[in-house]
C-alpha cells in the first residue's frame, strides 16, 4: 500500500472496474480562513466484479458521506487520503461534504494574496493528481467524466473554469456573495478540470472562422493590468486557431478559450480544458528580447495544441505524458514555423541569399512595437536561427511523414483514451532553471 499516491496498477483495476458519469462539485470561497467548503456529487456504474472501491480526496475534514441515500461514517471510510467504500452497487451516487485546504504551494487550489493591493488570487493546478485537494474523485486521466461546477464567491470578483463564465447569481441571505454555475463539460480527465478566481484584470475577444466563433479571455492579477498585451497574446492565438483547426481537421472539442496569468506559478503552464492557466513572468513589466516573446508565443501554441492531444485524446496513465508534451512541443513550433510569420519581414527572406539562408518559414514573430532595436546584422543572425528552427521541424514532420499523415493517416490516433497505446520510449528529464525549462 502506497502513502499518498495511486499507482498504475490500482489505476487500471479502478478503470477496469468502474464506469464514472458526472461530477458535480460545488464549492464556497467566501470565508478567508484557511479551508473551504467542497460538495461533490459523483454518480458511477460498478462492474459486477468490483470489489472494494476508493475515490481520492486529501483534505482535512470531511463532514459527510452518503453513498445511494445511506450514510456512512467518514470516520472509518475516510482516511484523510482516500474514501473507502467496502460494497458499491451497480448504479451509484456518492455525495461527499469537506473542507479542503487553501493551498500555497501551486498544488490543489492556490490562494494568494497581492502586496500591492491586497488583492486575493485563487487558480487551482491539479496535474499530477491534485483535483483530490479540490473536490472527491477517481484523480486518474483515464477515467473521463462531465464536470460542473458551482461556485460561491465574492460578488465582485472575476470566475473562470472550463465552461463559458456564466452570469452571477445572487445568494440569498449574503449581500457579498454570488453564484456562477457553470455548464458541465464534456468528459473530461480530473486533472484538466480548473478553477480561476479573483480579483483578476480582463480582456476579452473572439476567435471567428466560418460559423465557428470562440470567445477568448486574457487575464492577470489587477496590479499587472498595464503591462497585460492582450493583443499580441490574441494574435498568436488566433493564428494557432487557423493553423491546428486545419491541422487536426477536428472541431475545437471546447466552448470558450482563456488564457490566465496567475501568480508563483510552478509550471510554465497548464493546459486546463478549455482554462489555460500561464506563468505570470509572460506578462512583461520591462522590454524583453525576441527570443523571450517567441517563447510566450511558443507556450500559447503548445497550450492550445494540448486542446486536441491531451485534453481530447488523452494517456491513460502518466507514463505517456512524454508522448502528450513532446506532441504538443513538435506541433506548436510546426505552428510557429507556418502560421506565425511576420509578414513585415519578408525583406530579410529576401535577402537570404545576401545572408547565405535558404528562403522558408521564419518561426514566429509578434508585431514589432519597437523591440527590433538590434543592428542590422544582429537581425540577420535572429532569423538565421529561426529558418534553422524551422529546418528541423521540416525535418521531423518528413520523418514522421508530414503531421497531416502522422495525425489523418490513423484517424484513430484522436479518438479519447487511445493515446496511452503509443508507445515509442522514454522522455528526457526535464532540466530546470529558466521559462523555457518549466513543464508545459
Ligand atoms: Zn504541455
Redesign the pocket.
Known amino acids: 500500500m502506497p502513502g499518498k499516491n495511486l499507482t498504475r496498477d490500482e489505476a487500471r483495476q479502478r478503470a477496469d472496474s468502474l464506469d464514472v458519469r458526472a461530477y458535480t462539485v460545488e464549492l464556497d470561497l467566501t470565508g478567508d480562513g484557511p479551508t473551504f467548503r467542497s460538495t461533490t456529487v459523483v454518480g458511477f456504474a460498478a462492474h459486477s466484479s468490483a470489489g472494494p472501491v476508493f475515490l481520492d480526496l486529501i483534505a482535512p475534514e470531511v463532514i459527510e458521506l452518503t453513498l445511494n441515500g445511506r450514510n456512512l461514517d467518514p470516520a472509518t471510510h475516510f482516511d484523510g487520503v482516500r474514501i473507502n467504500l467496502p460494497e458499491v452497487a451497480p448504479d451509484n451516487t456518492l455525495r461527499v461534504v469537506a473542507n479542503c485546504a487553501y493551498m500555497n504551494t501551486g498544488e490543489g487550489l492556490h490562494r494568494f494574496i497581492d502586496p500591492v493591493d491586497k488583492g486575493t488570487y485563487l487558480y487551482t493546478q491539479f496535474e499530477v493528481a491534485d483535483a483530490r485537494r479540490v473536490f472527491a474523485c477517481f484523480d486518474q486521466p483515464d477515467l473521463k467524466a462531465t464536470f460542473q461546477l458551482t461556485v460561491l464567491a465574492p460578488h465582485d470578483w472575476a470566475v473562470f473554469s472550463n465552461a463559458i463564465t456564466p452570469e452571477p447569481r445572487p445568494v440569498s441571505g449574503r449581500v457579498d456573495a454570488a453564484a456562477w454555475a457553470f455548464e458541465a463539460t464534456p468528459p473530461v480527465s480530473t486533472y484538466i478540470t480548473a478553477l480561476v478566481a479573483g480579483a483578476y484584470h480582463v480582456q476579452r475577444d473572439v476567435y471567428r472562422r466560418g460559423e465557428v466563433e470562440i470567445p477568448m479571455a486574457v487575464a492577470c492579477r489587477a496590479s499587472l493590468a498595464e503591462h497585460l498585451d492582450a493583443a499580441e497574446i490574441f494574435d498568436v492565438t488566433k493564428r494557432g486557431f487557423d493553423f491546428f483547426l486545419e491541422l487536426f481537421a477536428q472541431p475545437y472539442p471546447f466552448t470558450k478559450y482563456d488564457q490566465l496569468f496567475v501568480p508563483e506559478y510552478n509550471a510554465g ?3 486546463n480544458a478549455g482554462c489555460v492557466t500561464i506563468l505570470e513572468d509572460y506578462v512583461f513589466r520591462s522590454k524583453v528580447t525576441d527570443a523571450t516573446y517567441e517563447r510566450r508565443a511558443e507556450t500559447i501554441l ?2 492550445l495544441a ?1 486542446m486536441w492531444f ?1 485534453d481530447l485524446v488523452t494517456m491513460r496513465w502518466w507514463d505517456d505524458l512524454w508522448l ?2 513532446s506532441f ?2 513538435y506541433v506548436s513550433v510546426l505552428a510557429q514555423a507556418e502560421s506565425t510569420v511576420d509578414e513585415r519581414l519578408d525583406h530579410v527572406r529576401e535577402r537570404g541569399e545576401d545572408l547565405g539562408l535558404p528562403s522558408g518559414p521564419v518561426a514566429v514573430h509578434p508585431p514589432d512595437r519597437g523591440r527590433h532595436q538590434g543592428s542590422g546584422r544582429r537581425r540577420g543572425e535572429l532569423r538565421r536561427d529561426h529558418l534553422r528552427q524551422g529546418r528541423l521541424g521540416a525535418q521531423a514532420a518528413g520523418g514522421l511523414g508530414g503531421p497531416g499523415q502522422l495525425l489523418r493517416g490513423d484517424p484513430a490516433l484522436l479518438h479519447p483514451t487511445r493515446m496511452g497505446e503509443h508507445h515509442a520510449g522514454r522522455p528526457a528529464r526535464l532540466p530546470r532553471g529558466d521559462l523555457r525549462s518549466r ?2
Do not use: D, L, Q, R
Request: proline share 8%; no cysteine; hydrophobic share 25%.
Open positions: 503552464a497548464m493546459e503548445h497550450e494540448h491531451g502528450n508534451e504538443a512541443t513543464p508545459e
